[in-house]
Nanobody, 125 residues
Framework: QAQLIESGGGLVQAGGSLTLSCAAP????????MGWFRQAPGKEREFVAT????????GYANFVEGRFTISRDNAKNTVYLQMNSLKPEDTAVYYC??????????????????WGQGTQVTVSS
């Protein structure tokens, strides 16, 4: 019952760009908060970016430093993460997530209800 499907991962050189997609076929997440998280080997899963599907409000982790942009296409039920100026330390499995309205902090991975399978992003030096 995969309701979130990530794509767009791959290998890119440092300084390059990559755009990830998170599709939600067959349903709508218009009342949800969407998030991107990532996990590198030996590290905890960490928050990357979030967006309210309906209103478009966004939030980012400090390490993004203006390099990433989260967006959504309502007609396509798809959330995007555009990543520019990639660094080797950005290498990780990137996950798309969604949660129903709640009061928990949006950077809390445990508050999200649905998760995709993840897509690997590798940045070479």
């Amino acid at each position: 019952q995969a309701q979130l499907i990530e794509s767009g991962g791959g290998l890119v050189q440092a300084g390059g760009s990559l755009t990830l997609s998170c599709a939600a076929p067959g349903r709508t997440f218009s009342n949800y908060r969407m998030g991107w998280f990532r996990q590198a080997p030996g590290k905890e899963r960490e928050f990357v970016a979030t967006i309210l599907w309906s209103a478009g409000n966004t939030g980012y982790a400090n390490f993004v430093e203006g390099r990433f942009t989260i967006s959504r296409d309502n007609a396509k039920n798809t959330v995007y993460l555009q990543m520019n100026s990639l660094k080797p330390e950005d290498t990780a499995v990137y996950y798309c997530a969604a949660r129903t309205p709640k009061t928990a902090r949006y950077y809390d991975s445990q508050s999200y209800d649905y998760w995709g399978q993840g897509t690997q992003v590798t940045v070479s030096s």
